[in-house]
Structure formats: C-alpha cells, structure tokens
C-alpha cells in the first residue's frame, strides 16, 4: 500500500505547522486500514486543506477504480488560511483521481443519508468539530447508512491531552464509548507518534448502538455555544425517523439541557 516515503513526499511538498491535519503517523494508519478491508465506499467528515482526503484517494486508487470517497465539510473556505479554499492539496497533488471523488462544501453529517441514496458506506472518517459531543452526533447521524461490517475511523482521538486543546474530547469520548455488550467490539488505535486515531467496526445495525451512543452523549459535554436550531432541527427529525423514541426523547432532552445551560451562563444565571 502507501510506504512512508510516499506519504513523507507529500507532507514535504504541502505540510506546515498549524495546518490541522492528519500526522504521518496517522496517514499511515488510515492508508493501512483502507489496504486491510479495501472498502467500496467511503464518506469523510472534515477536509480543511484536503491532506487526509489526499491519503484516502491515494490509498483508494490502490483498492481499485471503482472504489468511491465522498469528502464534506461545513465550509467552503479553509479555516487556517482562508484565502485557499477547502480541499486545496488534493486540487495541487491529484488533479485527476483515479478513483470516484466528490467533495461537497456546506453539508455535514447529516448530509450522508444523501450521499448513501446508491448505496451505504463501508468506511467513515470523522475529523471535524472536536469539542464533545460532536464526534458522537456524527457517528450517530452517519450509523444508519454504514453496512453492517464497516469501518469509522475517528482523528484527535487523544488531542485533549494536550493542555491548550483540553476541552477537545469529543473523539476520545465516542472512540471510548463505541462498544457492544457481551459482545467483542473490533477495534484498533494506532500505536506509534501520540496514539491519536483510531478506529471501530460497526457490528449490525444502528439500533444496537444507542446504549454507547448515550454513553458518549453522558459524558460532560465541552461545545462552548449552543447546538444550534439549523443543527438540531435535522438531528430530532433523523433521530426519530431511525432511533428508538425513547432514545429519541433522551437525546432531545439532552441538547434541550445543553442550550438552557448555555443561555443560562450568558445572562449570567
Ligand atoms: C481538523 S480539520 C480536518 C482536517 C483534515 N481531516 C485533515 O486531516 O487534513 C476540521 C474540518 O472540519 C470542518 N468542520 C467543523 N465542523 C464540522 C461539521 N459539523 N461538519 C462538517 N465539517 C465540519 C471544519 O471546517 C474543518 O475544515
């Protein structure tokens, strides 16, 4: 699959510091994993200058013409240098993939019931807002139309132990959660630089996970701002047409307690 040497000649040609995105170290990881299940379709969460979505095609590529990555991003422009637009490094080193490409600005996870209307996923990875609980309402959002047996990979898994970036839990807490009772979960992490992505197999279908969705969604919640109505308005209405209503109903009352904490804190309650 992809050797190191050729994931350095990219890092060479367009890393530099500040960038936010993915380490060599988890290039390599998320390049070994593709080799390992050579997944059909796939859906990434969070491009900012496109370094991870360029180790997905080129990981891709090597699975076979017909494999597909669906890239979306909340914006258009790149937050790190906002005169590039999102995406920029894959334009500048795959002009033309091998492989089916689509990247989608403006859409989120909610926007994968879309992508998945010809077929469900069999490989995600979230990399997008890092304060908790976000990772976990992308997973959640996203698990309906992932095949029983698919992969979701998770970066910044271990960011928060990085002092500055403390509140930034929310990989962590769904990569801890995501479990199945009496049930082996398969799942793996990397082992080499600071241990900061991972990865869990969907076992059956997204009803099986409420229990460790609600898990993750316990744990203190690090968003600074509300969830917001254009945000929460299409989480309730996937949530009740595809998860159990009392699981529904907990996580309403979840982000309903979410947004009245922060109101509260802003009028100084
Ligand atoms: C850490 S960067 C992604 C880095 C990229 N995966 C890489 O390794 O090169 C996070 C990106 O997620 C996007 N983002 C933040 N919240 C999002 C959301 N709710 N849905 C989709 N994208 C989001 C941001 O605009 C930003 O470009």
Redesign the pocket.
Known sequence: MLSLHEIDAVFEQYYFDG????SRG?AKFLCDLIKEIRPGKCF???????????FLLKALVKVGPESQLVS????RQ??ADRTKQ?GY?VDAAIPAPRCKYGLHFN???ADAETFAADGKFDFV?I????SHP?AT??TMLILPFVHSGAWIAV??IALHKIPRFAKETGPFQIFESFSRPKKSQPKKKSQVENQNIGAFQVIGNHRDYEACLLTSLSQEWTVSGRIKPS?YDRIFEMVDRFYSAPFGTQVRQMIEAHNKKVAAAREGK
Do not use: K, P
């Open positions: 960038m936010g995105a993915v988890d990434e969460v969070g491009v900012a200058s496109g370094m991870s979505t360029t979306v991003d909340i914006s790149y937050y999102v490094v859409h989120w996870s990875f990399d997008a807002h890092h976000w309402l992308d970066h910044d945000f």
